[in-house]
């Protein structure tokens, strides 16, 4: 795996870091060095400012502090690439970072960029890079037309139990639950696998996936269809997650049907945060609906909601064990808390569909 540091730029401790969340939390694709963030947050751990746990992920508050800190304790060059670990409105690049990008840049590091705003569609930075021998990737870059795939219904072929794990809301922990299912299955010898559909799967390893929303829409189902049915031919899985993105009703980017018809998802694991009153934490937007409402949709599309698990933004941990005693009431299915206990409590559940399709 090649070093890599993660830029923030003091954006670290807000949801709009959902990307350096998740590299954080962990990657197979890179060997995460360090946060660049600023002086409010350096000199801690980015495990313990994400969630307590300590991953031996320094946060340094600029560029130069991380170059010299890595300078006379790993072999040279120590980090080769800097990845942009933000997600911001619009997929815009802020202008602060482009001046860490161009520094970056200088000292020969290459970037791996996850926004909507691409650097090789910049002279200058392409120019830059070509000068100090580094590479530009922009992960969110359209395929070509010649590459998509459309939907053909070979979905149906799929032996393997497909869950879809979607939220009510951006910025639910989707793909970290997702991955924990993943990895929870995998430790019990179940072989899973895990369908990537934004820049962060890609970034934390994915093999299987596509970028949703750099997607051409007339070619999402395809795309999704062929991830799936490429993942289990290849890999004989016995159970496959998928990665949802935004939810079924936030008004900016409804997603996750494409994922119960096109992907052909009969089961789910819906995630909500119960302190969060309006989509992306804006009253403009509208109010969250409820989970069961939410529940309700789903079934009517067809497919079932096996277990719910809490977002605990804003909770103390107290809250969070009492909202899981609440909904397991409420629901009568299974409430996971994932980043409190993890999710081996569905394993159970998960078992049970996989005896069902082998059936």
């Known amino acids: ?69 890595f300078k006379n304790t790993l072999p040279q060059p120590a980090i080769q690439y800097l990845i942009i670990g933000v997600a911001t409105v619009g997929g815009r690049l802020p202008g602060d970072m482009l001046e860490v990008v161009k520094e970056a840049l200088h000292n020969g590091i290459s970037i791996v960029n996850g926004l909507h705003e691409y650097l090789n569609d910049k002279p200058e930075i392409v120019a830059l890079a070509k000068a100090n021998g580094a590479t530009l990737v922009d992960v969110r870059k359209p395929k070509n037309r010649e590459d998509l795939s459309f939907w053909t219904g070979e979905i149906y072929k799929v032996k393997a139990p497909i869950v879809a794990v979607i939220g009510m809301d951006c910025a639910m922990g989707k793909r970290t639950t997702a991955r924990m299912l993943r990895q929870a299955c995998e430790a019990q010898n179940i072989k899973a696998q895990m369908i990537y559909t934004g820049q962060t799967g ?56 494409e994922l119960l018809i096109s992907g052909n998802a009969k089961q789910v694991v819906l995630l909500f945060a119960p302190k969060r009153k309006y989509f992306d934490n804006d009253e403009h937007w509208g109010a969250i609906p409820s ?69």
């Open 202 to 257: 890609w970034l934390q390893g994915g093999k299987y996936g596509f970028i949703f929303d750099s997607t051409l829409n007339d070619f999402v189902s395809g795309e999704l269809e062929n991830a799936i049915v490429s993942c289990w031919k290849e890999t004989a899985a016995d159970i496959i997650f998928l990665e949802g993105q935004s939810s079924l009703r936030n008004p900016s980017g409804p997603c996750g049907i």
């Open 1 to 69: 795996m090649n070093n890599a540091i993660i830029l923030t730029n003091g954006l670290l401790t807000t949801s709009d870091a959902k990307t350096a969340h998740g590299l954080i939390r962990g990657t197979e694709r890179f060997n995460i060095l360090g946060i660049v963030d600023c002086a409010a947050t350096a000199g801690k751990d980015a495990g313990e400012l994400l969630d307590g746990k300590n991953r031996n992920i320094p946060v340094f508050e600029n560029l130069q502090k991380a170059i010299h800190s």
């Open 291 to 359: 989970v069961e409402s939410e529940i309700e949709i789903i079934e009517k599309l067809g497919s079932k909601v096996i277990a719910v698990a809490v977002n605990t933004e804003d909770c103390s941990t107290e809250e969070a064990f009492a909202y899981q005693k609440e909904y397991e009431q409420k629901l009568n299915i299974p409430v996971l808390l994932p980043i409190q206990e993890g999710v081996d409590k569905l394993i159970p559940v998960l078992n049970s569909l996989i005896y069902k399709e082998n059936r």
